[in-house]
C-alpha cells in the first residue's frame, strides 16, 4: 500500500486500492469495480487479485498528443454500421491509427513505474492479464461484454506495453463500433481505461462465470455458476460446454450447505499458458482428458464458498444503489494454492433490466418429429427460418436477415449479424457463454453446446428452434407450428380459496412461480423418475436380474459416475424435488410419492424383469401397496432417502409428502411405519404427510384416516374411475367418464366435510377444475380449501373463483 500511494495524485495511474465504482468517468466499470470490490469486499473474505487501472485521461491524451481526433472522425463519420465489410475496413484502419500512436513520455513513465510496484510487491515471477475497461462498459443498462480485447498472461514490460497500447486501439474494434452505434453511444465522448491485474494461474486449474440471478428464467433466489477447465476466456466465448451448478440463497442463508442441482458440461478443450508467451499468442487450447470430462471442475464445497463470495457482492451492490441488483461475476481457481479468487464484477444486464409484467409463453404443436440436435436452451422462446451455417468470420457478409445463425460458437465479432437472426444455434458454449448473452439481449431464442450443429444442419434447411420445453433447447428440421401466450402479471387480486399448481417438470419451476399462485398443490414424482433417471428403482438394485444385455450395459453406462445404483437414483431424484420446492420457497409444495402402475414401471429400463402384467393396472399394484410391499421396500426407501436430503441437507421444509391410493385404514399405518423406518418421521422438524383421496373408501372413512394424515388432497382423475365405475385408460366407455356426475360431485363433497370435521386442510389437485370452470365454482362453494390448477389454467380460472367467492360470501 506504501508503494501504491504515490500515485493518488497521478491523472494516469491508479491502483485498486485507489478506486471507488464512482469512478467510472476516470476508469471505466469493470475498473471502477475492481477498486470497489478490492476495498470494501476483500476485507469482507472476498479474495480479489491486486491491480491498478490506466486512466480514461491516459488514452485521452495519447489521441491529442498525437492528434488523432480529427482523423478518427473522417474514419468513422462515414461509417454504414449495416455493410459488413465497409465496417471492417474502417475498423482497421481506426485500430491501426490508435496501436501506432506514440506513448507521451510522462505517460509511459508511470506505466513502468506501475509495474515495478507490482515487481516490489510480489517479486518478478508474475504474470498479467491485461483487459480493456470502456467508459460505457458494464453498467447496469448496457453490457458491452467483450467488445474490447483482454490479453492474458502478458510477462515483461515491453509485452505489458504492447498489450496496453492494444486495448486502447481496441476501443474500435468492429463489434464494439457496432455495438456502440446500436446503443446509442457517441464513440467520442466513450473513452478506454486498462485494467492490469495480477493473473491467477486458473490454468493449472478452473475458472468460469456466475450469476446471482437465473439467467433464463429471472428467478433470484438462486445463484447460477459454470466452469470450465483452465483460464475462463473459453467459458466467456462459448468455446466450450461448461459444468453449471445452482445454489439456493434463501436456504444458504439461513445456514444449509449444499448444492441444489448440477449439469455435468463436456468441458473438451481447455485454455493454458504457452510455453513461448509472445502478445499474439501467450495462450493456447489444449484437448481435455476423459477423466477431465467425466468430473465436475470444481467440488462442491468449491462451489459453495463461490456461491457465498457472490451474494456478499450482490448484497454490497445492492445496499449501494439501494436497490436490488443482480451480479454478473467472473471467477478464477489458482492452481498452485488452490485458493478462489473473484477477478470481475458487473451488473447483469438482461435479466434486470426487463420491464413490465408480461410472461410470454410460448407451446409448439403435439405433432413433432426427434431434434436433430439439442443443447442447452437460452431465452425461453421459439423461432422458425432458414438455417445459414457459417464457419468463420469471413463469411458474415453472406447472412440475411431472418434466418437462424448456425455457427461452432459465437464471438463479439459476429454481433452486426447477430442481431439479424432469427435464432442461434452453436456446437459450443454454455448457459453463460457469448452468444447466450448476446441472445438473451436480442431476445431470440438460442441452442448452445449442440456439438454437432454444423455437421446436421445444412444451409437452407428450414429449422425450428425450441427453448420452450425446459433446459434442453431442441432444433428440429421443420417448420412446426407453435402459439405464443402473452400472460398480464399484474396486480391481480388472489381469492380466500389458496390457488396452487400441479407440477411435474422441475425444469419450469423457476419460471412458471411467476403466475399468481399459493405453491405447488401436486409434485409429480413420477415425471421425475421417467426423464431425468429413467431405469427401474429394482434395476438400479439388482442389475444383475436384468435378463436383456443392452439394459444392463445401458444402466452401467448411466450410472458410471456414481458410487452406486442407488447413489444415482437418490442424487437425480433429489435434485429434481429441490428444483421444484426452491422455485417455490417457501411456499408448500406438497410431493406424491410415485404413483407409476405397473404398465408404466415395465416402461422404464430394465422394468419388465421386476413388473407383472397385470390385466387393469389401474387398480393393480400402486401406491401405498407398493411402497410396503417386501419385494419394493428397498426401492421405497431410495424415495425416502431422496426427500430426507432436499429438507434435512437443502433445508427445503417446504416440502410435504402426499400417499397415493391407500385402500384401506390398516395400509395407512403401515406407510407411516415404513416412512418412519426410512427416517421421515411425521411430525419431525415439521413434516407433513397428506394422503390422496381417490377411493371411495378413502370418503367413506374420512375419520379413520384423519389419524394418520395431516391434510388430504382429492384426486378426482380417479375417483370418477372408481365412483362410476369407468376404466380411464379404455376408449370404449370413455364417453362415460365425466367428474362432473353427480356423484362423483357427492362423493368430492362427503370429503371435504369429512376433512373439516376433523379440522384437516383438503385440496384438490386432479384434472377437473383445470378443464371445467364450473367445477371450480361447486368447489368453491363448498368450501374446499386450496385448487391445483395446471400452469396454463390458473389465470383463466382465478376470476371464476374470485367470482364464486363473492357470490358465497355476499
Not at 468492429?174 to 456502440?180: C, L, T, V
Request: negative net charge; hydrophobic residues 40%.
Amino acid at each position: 500500500m506504501p508503494l501504491e500511494s504515490q500515485f493518488s495524485n497521478s491523472p494516469y495511474i491508479r491502483f485498486f486500492s485507489q478506486l471507488r465504482i464512482e469512478d467510472i468517468p476516470l476508469v471505466g466499470g469493470k475498473n471502477a469495480s475492481l477498486g470497489e470490490m478490492y476495498q470494501s469486499l476483500v476485507p469482507q473474505g472476498v479474495p480479489v487479485p491486486n491491480g491498478f487501472a490506466i486512466t480514461a485521461e491516459a488514452y485521452r491524451t495519447v489521441l491529442k498528443e498525437n492528434n488523432l481526433w480529427e482523423k478518427l472522425h473522417q474514419i468513422l463519420d462515414p461509417l454504414d454500421p449495416e455493410n459488413t465489410q465497409d465496417l471492417q475496413s474502417r475498423g482497421a484502419q481506426a485500430r491501426e491509427l490508435v496501436y501506432n500512436a506514440k506513448l507521451p513520455e510522462t505517460l509511459y513513465q508511470e506505466m513502468v513505474l506501475a509495474y515495478q510496484t507490482l515487481t516490489e510487491e510480489f517479486g518478478s515471477n508474475f504474470s498479467l492479464a491485461v483487459r480493456s475497461s470502456a467508459t460505457a462498459e458494464d453498467l447496469p443498462t448496457a453490457s458491452f461484454a467483450g467488445q474490447q480485447d483482454t490479453y492474458l498472461n502478458i510477462s515483461g514490460l515491453s509485452a505489458y506495453v504492447d498489450a496496453c497500447k492494444h486495448c486502447f486501439a481496441s476501443l474500435f474494434t468492429d463489434r464494439a463500433i457496432h455495438y456502440r452505434m446500436d446503443q446509442g453511444f457517441d464513440h467520442f465522448e466513450v473513452a478506454l481505461s486498462v485494467g492490469v491485474q495480477l493473473m491467477v494461474r486458473s490454468d493449472l486449474a478452473s475458472s468460469g462465470v456466475m450469476f446471482t440471478v437465473d439467467t433464463e428464467s429471472g428467478f433470484e433466489d438462486v445463484v447460477l455458476i459454470t466452469g470450465a477447465y483452465g483460464l475462463g476466456e473459453n467459458v466467456v466465448q462459448g468455446a466450450v460446454d461448461p459444468d453449471e451448478f445452482f445454489v439456493h440463497k434463501p436456504t444458504f442463508k439461513k445456514g444449509y450447505r449444499s448444492v441444489l442441482k448440477r449439469h455435468l458440461g463436456t468441458k473438451k478443450i481447455k485454455m493454458v499458458y504457452a510455453m513461448d508467451s509472445n502478445l499474439r499468442a501467450p495462450i493456447k487450447n489444449v484437448p481435455t482428458s476423459h477423466h477431465e470430462q467425466k468430473v465436475f471442475c470444481v467440488s462442491d464445497s468449491e462451489v459453495l464458498q463461490l456461491a457465498e463470495y457472490a451474494m456478499k457482492i450482490e448484497d454490497f451492490y445492492s445496499k449501494k444503489a439501494d436497490m436490488h441488483r443482480p451480479m454478473d461475476i467472473e471467477w478464477a481457481k489458482d492452481g498452485l494454492t488452490g485458493q478462489l479468487f473473484i477477478v470481475q464484477a458487473r451488473p447483469e444486464t438482461v435479466v434486470s433490466q426487463k420491464q413490465g409484467n408480461i410472461l410470454k409463453t410460448y407451446t409448439l404443436s403435439d405433432n413433432r418429429p426427434e431434434p436433430v440436435v439439442v443443447g442447452r436452451a437460452v431465452g425461453g422462446r421459439v423461432a422458425s427460418g432458414k438455417a445459414r451455417v457459417i464457419h468463420s468470420v469471413e463469411f458474415l457478409h453472406e447472412f440475411q436477415a431472418g434466418e437462424v445463425l448456425i455457427s461452432d460458437m459465437t464471438t463479439p465479432d459476429w454481433e452486426p449479424v447477430m442481431k439479424k437472426a432469427a435464432a442461434l444455434v452453436t456446437n459450443r458454449g454454455g448457459r453463460t457463454c457469448h452468444a447466450a448473452i448476446i441472445a438473451r439481449e436480442l431476445g431470440i431464442p438460442a441452442v448452445v453446446g449442440t456439438g454437432q450443429a454444423t455437421d446436421r444442419i445444412e444451409t437452407g434447411t428450414h429449422i425450428t428452434v425450441s427453448c420452450a420445453e425446459g433446459d434442453e433447447g431442441r432444433v428440429y428440421d421443420k417448420d412446426i407450428p407453435f402459439t405464443v401466450n402473452d400472460v398480464d402479471l399484474g396486480e391481480l387480486p388472489m381469492p380466500k380459496t389458496k390457488v396452487k399448481m400441479n407440477l411435474g417438470n422441475p425444469e419450469q419451476a423457476f419460471l412458471v412461480n411467476q403466475i399468481p399462485n399459493d405453491g405447488v398443490g401436486l409434485a409429480r414424482m413420477e415425471f421425475i423418475i421417467s426423464n431425468s433417471i429413467q431405469i427401474h428403482p429394482q434395476a438400479l438394485l439388482n442389475p444383475e436380474k436384468v435378463p436383456d444385455e443392452a439394459d444392463r450395459k445401458q444402466i452401467a453406462q448411466m450410472t458410471e459416475d456414481f458410487d452406486s445404483g442407488a447413489e444415482f437414483f437418490v442424487h437425480k431424484l433429489a435434485e429434481g424435488i429441490a428444483s421444484i420446492a426452491a422455485g417455490f420457497y417457501p411456499k408448500e409444495v406438497i410431493l406424491r410419492l410415485s404413483d407409476f402402475k405397473t404398465n408404466e414401471y415395465a416402461t422404464l429400463i430394465g422394468g419388465q424383469a421386476f413388473e407383472a402384467q397385470e390385466e387393469n393396472p389401474m387398480i393393480g399394484f400402486r401406491g401405498a401397496s407398493r411402497y410396503n410391499d417386501p419385494e419394493y421396500r428397498a426401492s421405497f426407501a431410495l424415495e425416502c432417502e431422496a426427500v430426507k436430503r432436499v429438507r434435512e441437507r437443502v433445508g427445503l421444509d417446504n416440502v410435504i409428502i402426499m400417499i397415493p391410493f391407500c385402500r384401506r385404514v390398516e395400509e395407512a399405518k403401515l406407510v407411516i411405519e415404513n416412512l418412519a423406518m426410512n427416517g421421515l418421521v411425521r411430525g419431525q422438524n415439521g413434516l407433513q404427510v397428506y394422503m390422496m383421496v381417490e377411493i371411495p373408501n378413502n370418503v367413506l372413512l374420512m375419520d379413520e384416516f384423519s389419524e394418520y394424515f395431516d391434510g388430504f388432497s382429492i384426486g378426482t382423475n380417479d375417483l370418477t374411475q372408481l365412483v362410476l365405475g369407468v376404466d380411464r385408460d379404455s376408449q370404449k366407455v370413455a364417453f362415460e367418464y365425466d367428474e362432473r356426475d353427480a356423484g362423483v360431485k357427492k362423493m368430492v363433497l362427503m370429503a371435504i366435510e369429512g376433512a373439516k370435521r376433523n379440522h384437516k386442510p383438503i385440496g384438490i389437485c386432479g384434472q377437473a377444475p383445470s378443464d371445467y370452470p364450473e367445477f371450480a365454482e361447486f368447489l368453491v362453494q363448498a368450501g374446499i380449501d386450496s385448487i391445483s390448477l395446471n400452469p396454463d389454467s390458473v389465470l383463466t380460472t382465478l376470476p371464476v373463483i374470485l367470482a364464486m367467492e363473492q357470490k358465497r360470501d355476499a
